[in-house]
């Protein structure tokens, strides 16, 4: 079998392997189609050595067909259409304890931590899976995680119908959370200085605004009569975004921190102070989150055509890197199966 691998900062190998059986509690995946995030092309730039090593095979978005079943595996059959939720926790560490095994103080992501879907047949553990609905294509399904992240996002806020939020970034994650908020309900904007993805933006009929051109934290303000954001998502990674961000929440509204921060960032913490805001974190997702993905996809409210900005064989998987890295694409799926 074909299978992509990290072999260092810009540079992805493609090399032959003898599939290896699945091992007891585990599933063999055909895998269709992996999609690459943000946090693969950070895998990509060489920006998580320490946890990434080389001829590592990455990627946790995808969609694939079970065709094998390990030892002990009950509740699945060979050719039921698969997701994989990428988490594996260890049960036992003081967050596990606490019911947030979803951030386990010990977790393996799976296509980071761990072999990823960037290979035609993938072994993964059953309790992993997630059965996808007929009606979905695999291509499709290979954005159920992404959409799960933007689903998680908003309900760790407690965004409410009815409620006014703020997206900064419309990359993809942000154009999901922008999605998914008015699928809950809410009124959203996204701020955003590229126009290429501002375009994209609206081209998904979501209202955007330039930052660069508009005072965001004025705008916000007349927006809703004075009082401020419900809640702000930070998606853009930036510091100046992060520096702005607490300007637009009203008094007691929430800030949720999206963006993987890699450097301490400065915050105007007089203002959280002043407003009494709410600063949240949100990482990865949970089961449901995975399960309302798969609801909002089968129900067409996410822009699959869209969003999908172009498929590539597995052969080709790092010219996928390198066009996403030029900021010129929305998502990027990688067809393993055409491999």
């Not at 920006?47 to 001829?55: E, G």
């Not at 059965?131 to 998680?152: C, Q, T």
């Not at 997206?167 to 959370?177: D, E, H, R």
């Amino acid at each position: 079998m074909l299978a992509a691998s990290y072999a260092g900062a810009r540079k992805m190998t493609i090399e032959e392997r003898e599939p290896v059986e699945p091992g007891a509690g585990e599933v063999r995946i055909a895998v269709a189609y992996v999609g690459i995030c943000g946090t693969d092309l950070h895998v990509f730039h060489g920006d998580m050595d320490a946890r990434v090593s080389r001829q590592a095979t990455i990627g946790h978005e995808m969609s694939g067909t079970i065709v094998a079943l390990g030892p002990g595996v009950e509740g699945w059959s060979v050719g039921d259409a698969v997701t994989v939720m990428p988490l594996a926790w260890d049960g036992t560490c003081p967050a596990c304890r606490a019911g947030n095994k979803h951030i386990c103080q010990n977790l393996d992501f799976i296509g980071i931590d761990s072999p990823g879907a960037l290979q035609e047949y993938w072994n993964v553990p059953a309790s992993t899976l997630v059965r996808l609905p007929s009606d979905i294509p695999l291509r499709d399904a290979a954005l159920v995680e992404p959409v799960a992240v933007a689903v998680h996002d908003v309900r760790r806020s407690e965004l409410a119908a009815g409620d006014k939020a703020v997206v900064i970034g419309a990359g993809p994650i942000g154009v999901l959370i922008a999605t998914v908020a008015e699928a809950f309900g809410a009124e959203v904007v996204i701020t955003e200085t590229d126009p290429a993805r501002r375009a994209a933006a609206e081209e998904m009929r979501l209202t955007t605004l330039d930052p660069s051109a508009v005072d965001q934290v004025a705008w916000v303000e007349e927006w809703t009569d004075g009082a401020g954001a419900d809640v702000v998502f930070e998606v853009s990674g930036s510091a100046a975004a992060v520096l702005a961000a607490t300007g637009m929440v009203k008094v007691r509204g929430t800030l949720v921190v999206v963006a993987i921060h890699a450097q301490p960032r400065p915050m105007d913490l007089h203002r959280v102070f002043w407003r009494e805001l709410r600063l949240l974190g949100a990482r990865v997702y949970q089961r449901h989150d995975f399960e309302r993905a798969i609801e909002l996809l089968t129900e067409g409210t996410i822009p699959t055509e869209k969003l999908i900005t172009g498929i590539v064989p597995l052969r080709k998987v790092e010219s996928a890197f390198r066009l996403l890295e030029t900021g010129q694409a929305m998502k990027l799926l990688v067809e393993v199966s055409a491999s």
